[in-house]
């Protein structure tokens, strides 16, 4: 009975150290392939304005003026949610709010502190994910100033920008996109001044 009694207990503590410290995707890694179909179907959106009683979105649009592709949804409730949608829906990118901001889709994503930086949990499927503490040392969200007048707000990795993030140019344009030590990588939408959407594609250097 003691015997039972240990292996319950030890297999009782295993799961909740996997639960909290266990390795756990900060969003879902969308496999490449899936990710060029994506882009295939809306290349040819064209940009625009859409208002609902959720807010206001500027990105890409059908010609029935549903909202299907890249852009940017202005709420008062989740702050600017930058990425990708489908049919009206968020399927990927950044929730900016005042005071923190969420990276992933709506099931799964990691939340992270915009005062300090710091990531605070993963959600994913309604449950509640914590950090280990020295998760913070390596992962963050920051504001990175260039001395060309260009901005960085986004996920990094020691320092670095990796991960999802914005990047802002000093005339005014943009970029949200996915990057690797520095470098953007995969697919992203360059969204200018004058009102229009270009999505582009950056190799990583292992392709």
């Known amino acids: 009975m003691r015997k039972i009694l240990f292996f319950v207990l030890c297999a009782l503590c295993t799961t909740a150290l996997h639960a909290q410290f266990g390795r756990l995707d900060k969003y879902p890694q969308i496999p ?10 809306v290349k040819d959106f064209a940009s625009g304005v859409a ?13 029935e003026r549903n909202v299907y592709g890249f852009g940017a949804y202005y709420t ?24 923190t901001a969420k990276v992933g889709s709506n099931e799964h994503y990691i939340c992270y502190d915009l005062t300090t930086g710091d990531p605070l949990y993963i959600m994913k499927d309604g449950d509640k994910y914590a950090l280990p503490a020295d998760y913070g040392k390596t992962y963050r969200f920051e504001s990175l100033a260039y001395q060309n007048g260009d901005k960085y707000v986004g996920e990094t990795v020691n320092g670095k920008r990796e991960g999802v993030g914005l990047y802002y140019y000093n005339n005014g344009n943009y970029y949200y996109g996915k990057y690797k030590n520095n470098d953007r990588q995969g697919f992203g939408a360059m969204f200018y001044t004058n009102n229009t959407i270009t999505i582009q594609y950056w190799k990583s250097e292992d392709e």
Do not use: C, P, W
Not at 32 to 41: K, L, R, T
Not at 51 to 63: D, E, L, N, P, V
């Open 32 to 41: 490449g392939q899936y990710d060029a179909a994506f882009v295939d179907y």
């Open 51 to 63: 208002k609902s009683s959720y807010g206001q979105y500027f990105g890409q649009i059908t010609k």
């Open 76 to 99: 008062d409730t989740d702050g600017v949610i930058y990425g990708q949608y489908r049919l009206g829906n968020f399927l990927f990118g950044i929730k900016m709010g005042t005071q």
